[in-house]
């Protein structure tokens, strides 16, 4: 399948992707972790990237662009894909839009998940990301936390709590949100290709997805 997950930090579209990719085998493609590892990596990409995303502001629309017309050209792409944080805002989302008709490509959905602030805001603070770029396993110290030393279960690599998950960052992040990427939500139901789920069960939204897109 190849959908757009939109939803304010928090929602839950990396836990979704990952259940859907364990599915189809559809490539998760998230730009947040992607810019995170060039961050880590301390590539070009990543020093450029780095005090945006500190900050919980967007980064350029350019190097994002950028890494997408690059990795949707990728073999693994063929399989379809889950776009994960991408597009963030409305000249991203046009731009894709060109892209997809270059490279000969339909989205079949874009789903927009829709979680209470409330619930968002206790996610993020409780979050613990596995650190191993090539795990990055998602924890939840409430509701699924890493082991009692506070490592992966998967891989042993410290669970830490990301940089832009402090109460600051995140507050910022949602307003970024609001201004700059909920009015997604009716670029795409112009587009006719909206389906909105406000549900909090994983298994309950993907079993909407796979329904919306069948
Ligand atoms: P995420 O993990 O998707 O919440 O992304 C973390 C951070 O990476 C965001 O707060 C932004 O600074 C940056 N980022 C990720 N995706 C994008 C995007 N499509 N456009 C601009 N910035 C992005």
């Known amino acids: 399948m190849r959908i757009v997950l ?23 493609i998230s730009t947040g972790d992607i810019l995170r590892n060039a961050v880590k990596a301390k590539t070009k990409l990543g ?14 629309d350019r190097l994002i662009m950028d890494i997408m017309e690059a990795r949707l050209q990728e073999p693994d792409c063929a399989k379809g894909y889950l776009l994960d944080g991408f597009p963030r805002t409305i000249p991203q989302a046009e731009e ?10 339909k989205l079949d959905a874009v789903i927009n998940i829709d979680v209470p602030k409330e619930v968002i805001l206790d996610r993020l603070t409780t ?16 509701s699924k936390p890493p082991s ?4 992966c279960l998967k891989c042993g690599s410290p669970a830490v709590q990301r940089a832009d998950e402090t109460v600051e960052a995140i507050t910022k992040r949602l307003e970024t949100y609001n201004e700059k990427t909920a009015p997604l939500i009716d670029f795409y139901a112009k587009e006719g290709l909206l389906k909105t789920i406000a549900s909090l069960s994983s298994d309950e939204i993907v079993s ?3 329904e919306a897109v069948k």
């Open 208 to 210: 909407q997805i796979k």
């Open 127 to 142: 979050r613990r990301t596995c650190s191993n770029p090539d795990c990055q396993e998602i924890y939840n110290i409430k």
């Open 96 to 105: 894709l839009k060109k892209l997809l008709t270059k490279l000969n490509m």
């Open 6 to 28: 939109l939803g304010a930090p928090g929602a839950g579209k990396g836990t979704i992707a990952k259940l859907l990719s364990d599915f189809d085998g559809s490539v998760q």
């Open 47 to 60: 020093l450029e990237a780095q005090g945006y995303m500190e900050r919980g502001e967007l980064v350029p």
């Open 148 to 151: 009692p030393d506070g490592k």
